[in-house]
């Protein structure tokens, strides 16, 4: 009955996110690693190295501002999930405006996964938006491209790999729509642009590997090497429901019409392809992203279906 037992993860995020609210609230900052390691032998359950840092940066900074606890934790949730909600509202509106765009909001809100994610500290909601915030921003990219969106897009994309190790499915599908759109040459996009996202990605791969460098069962594990572990495609149907599934299976074949449906699909297309690469995506909660993909392909056949009667 303690405060964060929802989850075996949840007292390991709590201290992280302290860790990061001490360290930062004080001036001058000590010596950070010598600091850590006391810190740990005072308050163990310090998961920073084993999760990206980002999701305890963005507790660990509203603890800075808000007394750290429950209350101020689930607030916190609370505002992510608006966020959540909004980025998904704008790319529902693209598909059908007006109440369809608001019931599929409300379903993604209600969903038992999200409502678990919202009752927990944990990062599956934080990666829920960022993961939003990707769809929509490379769905502007597609809609009106410019340098500027193309960029917005690499930084949702970097903020979810701080956030969540899980974000790896991401990269093929940004690859994967961009290379799908037949219209891709006239993006015109700035090689020395290029050659920053480039650039920009290298600390995001260094702290990858450092983080799962610490031996080779460590890199077989996460790269799904490893044939005991198994692939977790299963869990879909649990997260969205058999129903939602077949409609989005019927809207992925409608994806040349808009941006927002081609991106959707390619994000579910990756989801399914480097989850039986990357077994480290094997409890449902690890879906959680997948979900809004889920209800926009289907919200897409739906709306094809009222078109044509």
């Known amino acids: 009955q303690a405060e964060f037992c929802g989850a075996a993860d949840e007292p390991a ?21 010598p600091w850590a390691i006391d810190y740990y032998l005072h308050y163990p359950k310090v998961a920073l190295g084993h999760w990206p840092p980002g999701y305890f940066a963005l507790q660990g900074g509203w603890w800075t501002i808000f007394a750290p606890g429950r209350a101020s934790a689930m607030v916190l949730n609370a505002l992510t999930a608006a966020a959540a909600a909004v980025l998904f509202l704008l790319l529902a509106r693209r598909i059908r405006p007006g109440w369809p765009a608001y019931v599929f909001t409300g379903l993604l809100l209600v969903s038992p996964h999200v409502q678990q994610a919202a009752g927990q500290m944990m990062s599956d909601l934080a990666s829920l938006t960022a993961f939003l915030a990707t769809f929509l921003t490379l769905t502007r990219f597609f809609e009106q491209p410019s340098n500027r969106r193309l960029l917005a897009t690499g930084a949702a994309v970097g903020a979810a790999l701080l956030i969540k190790a899980t974000a790896v499915v991401l990269l093929p599908a940004v690859a994967g729509a961009i290379a799908a759109d037949r219209s891709w040459r006239r993006f015109g996009v700035s090689p020395r642009l290029l050659a920053g996202a480039v650039a920009a990605g290298v600390p995001l791969a260094a702290w990858y590997v450092w983080q799962n ?11 799904g090497v490893l044939a005991q572990i198994p692939w977790t495609i299963a869990y879909l149907p649990a997260v969205a429901g058999a129903g939602l599934l077949a409609l989005a299976a019927g809207g992925m074949l409608l994806a040349r019409r808009r941006p927002v449906i081609l991106c959707t699909a390619a994000g579910l297309i990756s989801f399914a392809v480097t989850s039986y690469v990357v077994r480290a ?27 044509r009667h």
Do not use: F, K, N
């Open 13 to 33: 995020h709590m201290v992280s996110s302290l860790l990061v609210r001490d360290y930062i609230r004080q001036w001058p900052p000590p010596d950070p690693m």
């Open 213 to 223: 460098g610490a031996g080779t069962i460590r890199l077989l594990y996460w790269g």
């Open 281 to 307: 995506i094997r409890e449902p909660r690890h879906w959680i992203a997948a979900l809004p993909l889920i209800l926009l392909l289907a919200m897409a056949a739906l709306d094809w279906l009222w078109r």
